[in-house]
């Protein structure tokens, strides 16, 4: 077991979120705080299980992530009877996306998961059914659901392969953003207008936390900066595309009564931020 | 005295629970309630082969050791490894759809005297749909009759997306199951399966309005279909009515055509309609009645197959086909079978056609006709019942007339014998039809083409105003 300090901090952020996981279970939390908390647990189990054992081992953790949101995400929507198979195709395109990681090849992953819903998903959509009603609306939400759920928890795991740090600080940033936002919340203020002030309010908290872990991120100074204030920024926008988007599969509406779309709703953020880091990293450093 | 640590409840907390948690997700809301109960009677809406796993999953062990659920033994018989294995696991409650017996209820009374406790579906059988079907009463006799059990009703939603009806392959998909307080009921048989039904079609009602939807398909056409003996003239009929109906009309007979308020549209080839034709005049030159069959059986499939083609491609108000492939079939088996149909079981045979009963229900008939064995078996019962049927009433001795004069080869049934038999066979599917959603009229075909195609289109619209309206 590797004792230095940079993967000691990865055991004790995980050890304190199962703390909290667990202080969830006893002590009456609103029912997003609950969900964040088993989210952001899986992540860190992800992290975590990538040092202590292999990032083998973490690909399949992470394939799991996946397949709990997609599976979960995939019964939010509205299939016909005919989408099935390509409904099954879009679970398979976590296999995929596990050998891609195992290659160390992102090449192929960007290149492939597009190609994948642009052809494969379609394909198997036009062979499922008899009917040509609702096609166009079948291949964009399965691809919807494998371009947020797989291509996103895809690209963090690429960045974890670079170095853990760097998928850890992009999930810290998201959630910190996520925490603050939450924390400074207001019914009264329309999302877009009161509420992007809440998570402007988080960037120096972001910027701070890449700053610190900079050492272990391999980044410069000014890229630090960067991705601190950035990542605030797209998840107000993350936000606000999920807030669309969980309205129309019904997560919003009956979000604590019913217990569904948790999963969607906590991770939403990361997984569209995750892409946008992956491709600012790749053109800045 | 209830054993624990059997086997099977190892297999049900060990293996069955996490498979089931892992593949398909459960999501159980008031599951608390079932601990208030010692002894119940779970009621569920039922769609799928997950719901029992799904129900057995909210159980405790003891519930479980406990509890039988009421299965259908005719369906699971005929896969005997899955029989063995629902039996070992579940301890079900077999009862045979097919045969009205006494002993299923006298073996639900003793195991709710024994304390046991009972899972029952009261639709029947699995939906098609998420759609609650109406409740047997059956259930209402076992509650009237155990009034001091109470009744926990349990909605499930999300077996009918993970593995529906006709589905071999399931998909991993979360599943809901929303356990209500327990109940007790009073009055008559009839009140309490009302009272279930309304209370889960209300559960299914609130689940549903939270759904995302998609925009209406739109509607379906109107499928018009002209039936007769051979040389009644259904085909020029439904040709005539193809294009002098104001209307986008779509005629299939021995061609494909398409009209749009009389003008013929281009419509693109389409291979199944080639097929169909090049069979169709193999049928036409057979010389023997037995070698008439195969080409003719082939060619009615494939008819109905276009018939959906040009649903999806071209979506025309109305169809109209010269004869049906489902009632042709229907008819013809009547006129090779040594013993004549009657009507019950003619409109048993249109239903199994259809998809609407399972072989297994009719293994009477089936054994009569083993091509319907291998045409449920190759799943092909899936024909279109047709909106609206004209029958065309000639007299053989007509018909045979016409067919002479038109100099073309003439087919080994086309003499009045088969013709009368066939005629015979057409007044009795039409008499069958009378109990199933399809309007049919009798028009005399005797009169000239024209008057008789008038006449009809009258009569298609004042019907297709009436259909308007009731919607």
Redesign the interface.
């Known amino acids: 077991m590797d004792w230095q300090l940079n993967t000691v901090s990865i055991y004790l952020l995980f050890l304190a979120q199962t703390l909290f996981a667990v202080s969830t279970l006893i002590v009456e939390y609103p029912a997003r705080v609950k969900a964040y908390s088993k989210h952001l647990w899986l992540y860190l189990l992800f992290f975590t299980i990538g040092e202590l054992f292999s990032f083998r081992w973490a690909s399949v953790v992470l394939s799991l992530i996946c397949f709990i949101a997609l599976r979960e995400y995939f019964s939010l929507i509205a299939i016909r009877t005919g989408d099935r198979l390509a409904i099954l195709g879009g679970f398979l395109s976590i296999p995929l996306m596990m050998a891609t990681l195992l290659m160390h090849n992102h090449h192929i992953f960007i290149a492939a998961i597009p190609l994948y819903v642009f052809f494969f998903i379609p394909f198997l959509v036009a062979i499922g059914g008899d009917e040509s009603v609702g096609t166009v609306f079948s291949i964009g939400v399965i691809g919807v659901g494998i371009f947020l759920f797989v291509f996103g928890n895809g690209l963090l795991g690429f960045l974890t392969l670079c170095t853990p740090w760097l998928g850890i600080i992009v999930v810290i940033n998201v959630s910190l953003s996520d925490a603050i936002a939450f924390c400074l919340y207001s019914t009264r203020k329309p999302l877009f207008q009161g509420n992007l002030l809440q998570y402007l309010a988080a960037i120096p908290v972001t910027v701070a936390s890449s700053i610190l872990v900079s050492e272990w991120t391999f980044l410069a100074l000014h890229v630090s900066i960067i991705i601190g204030t950035i990542i605030p920024l797209l998840v107000a926008a993350s936000r606000l595309i999920m807030f669309h988007i969980e309205s129309d599969l019904g997560i919003a509406q009956n979000y604590n009564s019913l217990r569904r779309g948790r999963l969607i709703n906590s991770s939403s953020s990361l997984v569209l931020v995750t892409p946008i880091v992956f491709f600012a990293l790749n053109y800045l450093t | 005295m209830v054993t624990l640590f059997s086997i099977r409840i190892m297999l049900h907390l060990l293996i069955i629970r996490p498979l089931v948690s892992i593949f398909f997700?459960v999501?159980a809301?008031g599951v608390d309630h079932l601990s208030r109960v010692d002894q119940f009677i779970m009621i569920s809406n039922h769609n799928s082969h997950i719901d029992t796993l799904l129900l057995f999953h909210i159980l405790s062990p003891v519930k479980i050791a406990k509890t039988r659920v009421v299965a259908a033994a005719d369906y699971f018989v005929k896969h005997p490894w899955l029989y063995r294995l629902v039996t070992y696991l579940f301890d079900p409650i077999w009862i045979d759809r097919n045969r009205k017996s006494c002993s299923v209820f006298t073996e639900m009374v003793a195991h709710l005297k024994n304390n046991g406790s009972i899972i029952m579906y009261p639709e029947g059988t699995r939906g098609t749909s998420a759609e609650i079907q109406k409740f047997k009463e059956g259930i209402g006799l076992l509650i009237h009759k155990y009034s001091r059990i109470p009744v926990v009703p349990v909605y499930l939603e999300?077996p009918e997306?993970s593995l529906?009806k006709n589905?071999c392959?399931p998909?991993?998909?979360?599943n809901?199951i929303t356990v209500s307080p327990p109940q007790k009921f009073s009055g008559d048989k009839t009140e309490i399966a009302h009272h279930l039904f309304y209370y889960l079609q209300k559960r299914a009602k609130e689940?549903r309005q939270?759904?995302?939807?998609?925009?209406n398909?739109?509607e379906t056409p109107w499928c018009v279909a002209v039936i007769g003996i051979d040389g009644s003239g259904k085909s020029t009929l439904a040709k005539n009515l193809a294009i002098r109906f104001p209307d986008n009309c779509c005629f299939i007979g021995d061609s494909l055509e398409f009209y749009d308020r009389g003008v013929q549209q281009v419509s693109q080839p389409y291979i199944t309609n080639e097929l169909r034709r090049w069979i169709g005049r193999k049928a036409k030159t057979a010389e023997k009645l037995s070698s008439y069959k195969f080409p003719k059986i082939t060619e009615l499939f494939l008819r109905d197959h276009l018939l959906?083609e040009v649903d999806?491609?071209y979506r025309p108000n109305i169809i109209f086909q010269d004869g049906s492939p489902l009632l042709n079939l229907v008819a013809w088996a009547n006129l090779y079978s040594q013993t004549k149909l009657d009507t019950d079981q003619m409109t048993n045979a249109i239903e199994l056609l259809q998809g609407c009963k399972s072989p297994s229900a009719l293994d009477h008939i089936v054994k009569r006709f083993p091509e319907l064995r291998v045409i449920c078996s190759l799943n092909l019962n899936q024909l279109r019942l047709p909106d609206e049927v004209i029958f065309l009433d000639v007299p053989p001795e007509v018909c045979v007339f016409r067919i002479s004069s038109r100099g073309a080869h003439i087919q080994p049934h086309e003499n009045i014998t088969h013709l009368t038999q066939l005629r015979g066979a057409y007044q009795l599917v039409c008499e069958s039809l009378q109990s199933t959603p399809c309007n049919v009229t009798i028009f005399d075909g005797d009169n000239n083409s024209h008057k008789t195609a008038e006449q009809t289109i009258k009569y298609l619209q004042s019907r297709l105003e009436r259909t308007h309206a009731q919607n």
């Open positions: 997700g999501n809301i999300g997306r529906p589905c392959i998909l991993p998909l979360v809901f689940e939270f759904r995302q939807r998609r925009k398909n739109g959906r999806r491609w």
